[in-house]
């Protein structure tokens, strides 16, 4: 029995992510319905955890497309990048969950007076956003009732990554045997996303004084710093304390002072080349404090250490972002207070940031 529709929407992600990766078709017509040229523009443009996830694939972006990839959240888009991409060819991926961001809607026209054309990824096809592309992709997980995202967040990441490896198709530099190939060890590697949120609820459960947390901070490096950003929010929008991201280098020019008796810290360890540096910080947090997890891909060298499966490239930033939404979810929920709770019902209509 699932304590919250949070813990529901976390738990239908497997099923729906399976789902998704069967479902190539719609993705393979728009993007050969996309006809680009040499020195050709992207524009991921989204707000909050849309835009968290354009920036955790910009790395699979480009490794597989010659393009140039830009993320540029809504306002910065709508404000500051006419100027310098007009003229350009290229498209405009405008990624909304809801379809209903206004600040999203509006980079549609600015995106068409740029020249550029513009692909609608969104849950809802009734939307304003999906009404207002030259095509819609759809997000596939249906709507996600609740203010802190984790089904959206990781189907909008499932359907950037599938665009992704199309355009890698298209333009050969991906075989077909070998998209089959990365299909089939994404598919391999989310397989256990319901064991890895078991273990993640096992893990708070023997660490529950995470729940008293004044801040928490949170370190990686390379590809996963689009990752690091939304397990940022995640936790920051159900525990509302401060939680501070910080690429690994950076946190030891100044961020090293909240390491206090009663600090807490995540760190994100994988096969790039923070590893030794993160090492060596967790060496030195454990001189003054205990509450430290690392998430890794690496067999576990210490009790701080969790082990993520991963066996290919794709999967990385579906199944390192699920233990912040388990951690999330549990330790809010520790602390008395459900995520599910909208805590200013009256702020989107009073900003007119989102439409109902
Ligand atoms: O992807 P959308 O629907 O445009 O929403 C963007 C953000 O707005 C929120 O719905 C509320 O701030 C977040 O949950 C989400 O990350």
């Given at each position: 029995m699932e304590s919250n529709l949070m813990e529901a929407y976390i738990n239908k992600q497997q099923e729906t992510l399976l789902d998704l990766l069967e479902d190539e078709q719609s993705i393979k017509n728009v993007v050969k319905s996309i006809d680009e040229e040499q020195n050709y523009l992207v524009c991921l443009v989204a707000c909050g955890s849309s835009l968290n996830a354009a920036m955790a694939v910009k790395p699979i972006w480009e490794h597989y497309t010659t393009a140039e990839i830009v993320v540029c959240n809504a306002f910065q888009f709508r404000h500051y990048a006419f100027k310098k991409?007009?003229?350009?060819k290229g498209i405009a991926i405008v990624i909304s969950q809801?379809?209903?961001s206004t600040g999203t809607l509006d980079c549609i026209q600015v995106a068409r007076q740029m020249g550029l054309s513009v692909v609608s990824l969104t849950a809802?096809?009734?939307s304003p956003i999906a009404k207002a592309g030259d095509s819609v992709i759809d997000i596939?997980?249906?709507?996600?009732?609740?203010?802190?995202k984790t089904a959206g967040y990781t189907a909008t990441l499932m359907r950037l990554i599938q665009i992704a490896v199309a355009f890698g198709e298209k333009h050969a530099s991906l075989s077909r045997r070998d998209h089959q190939q990365l299909m089939d060890t994404l598919k391999k590697d989310l397989n256990d996303i319901q064991t890895l949120i078991l273990q993640m609820k096992h893990w708070v459960k023997q660490h529950v004084?995470?729940?008293?947390?004044p801040y928490i901070t949170v370190v990686g490096y390379g590809q996963e710093l689009g990752t690091l950003y939304e397990g940022q929010l995640k936790l920051l929008e159900t525990l509302r304390i401060p939680v501070l991201a910080y690429d690994i280098e950076e946190f030891?020019?100044?961020?090293?002072?909240?390491?206090?008796?009663d600090s807490f810290h995540i760190f994100i360890k994988t096969d790039e080349s923070g590893r030794a540096m993160t090492d060596a910080i967790t060496q030195f947090i454990e001189g003054v404090n205990r509450n430290i997890l690392v998430l890794t891909v690496?067999?576990?060298?210490?009790?701080?250490e969790l082990t993520i499966q991963c066996?290919?490239?794709?999967?990385k930033a579906i199944k390192f972002v699920i233990p912040f939404q388990v951690l999330a979810n549990e330790l809010a929920l520790l602390t008395g207070?459900?995520?599910?709770?909208?805590?200013?019902?009256e702020f989107f209509s009073k900003l007119r940031t989102k439409t109902t």
């Open positions: 991409y007009q003229g350009r809801s379809g209903r809802d096809a009734t596939g997980c249906g709507e996600e009732a609740i203010g802190p004084a995470w729940k008293q947390a030891t020019h100044g961020p090293h002072r909240l390491i206090q008796s690496f067999e576990p060298h210490s009790k701080y066996q290919g490239q794709l999967s207070f459900n995520p599910d709770t909208s805590v200013y019902p």
